[in-house]
């Protein structure tokens, strides 16, 4: 049973287009995140999300990029305006425990921009 | 800063045969070190994790990995290897201090031949 979903699987977007992917965890989680993976490269931290703001980010997560837990179930990453390198696998990571908790990833979004 | 080093980017081996998949790290600080893996078309599995205490550590699936502080390293072993080991495996690490987020290598694919 997966901790967590993500939809959409796929997305496909032009460039200068915006894009919301969500991410739905199974159970109680306090702690969100998005990781993403250009093909054939590391896996590379976006932001920690934790009591409903950003606890971390990385240079990667500049203006273009935002997170927010609307409904306090579902966590969304949303791209304002997508470049061709923001092409990529995108998953949202969720856990109980900030520091000995397991990290569960869910299977992913596939983002392509055209 | 932390960094993971996985100096191998492919390993082939035969089934039943032992393995071992490489990886170091460097750190400042107290760390905490995971392996995960991903098969095809999927999100990361975690495989095991070191946290403290004993500094052989076993997983899933018949793997282990051995914490060696003085080297910076945690390799991954598996005695003997099936055709469904076939996947790409991530080090990662995370600090003990605020800062969680995992910090990944850059992967090892593993192919296992019969």
């Known amino acids: 049973e997966p901790e967590v979903t993500q939809t959409p699987s796929h997305q496909v977007t032009q460039m200068g287009q915006e894009v919301i992917l969500r991410c739905v965890p199974i159970?109680?989680?306090?702690?969100f995140y998005w990781y993403r993976q250009i093909l054939g490269q590391k896996v590379e931290f976006l932001v920690s999300f934790y009591n409903n703001e950003i606890s971390e980010k990385s240079e990667i997560f500049d203006d273009q990029f935002s997170v927010e837990r609307p409904d306090g179930s579902n966590f969304t990453l949303k791209i304002r305006s997508t470049k061709l390198e923001d092409s990529a696998m995108y998953f949202c990571?969720?856990?109980?425990?900030?520091?000995?908790?397991?990290?569960?990833f869910g299977p992913g979004t596939r983002l392509t921009v055209l | 800063a932390q960094s993971v080093t996985q100096l191998d980017s492919q390993v082939p081996v035969f089934e039943e045969a032992p393995v071992e998949l490489r990886c170091n790290y460097s750190?400042?600080?107290?760390?905490?070190l995971f392996w995960y893996v991903q098969y095809p078309n999927q999100g990361l599995q975690l495989l095991l994790k070191y946290l403290s205490g004993s500094t052989l550590v076993k997983g899933i699936n018949g793997f282990e990995a051995e914490f060696n502080k003085s080297q910076t390293s945690f390799h991954l072993r598996k005695p003997s290897v099936h055709i469904s080991d076939t996947a790409e495996y991530f080090c990662a690490v995370k600090s003990g201090g605020y800062g969680n987020k995992l910090v990944f290598g850059a992967g090892t694919i593993l192919r296992v031949k019969s």
């Open positions: 750190s400042s600080v107290s760390v905490y």
């Open positions: 990571v969720i856990a109980r425990d900030r520091v000995n908790g397991e990290q569960f």
């Open positions: 159970s109680n989680h306090l702690y």
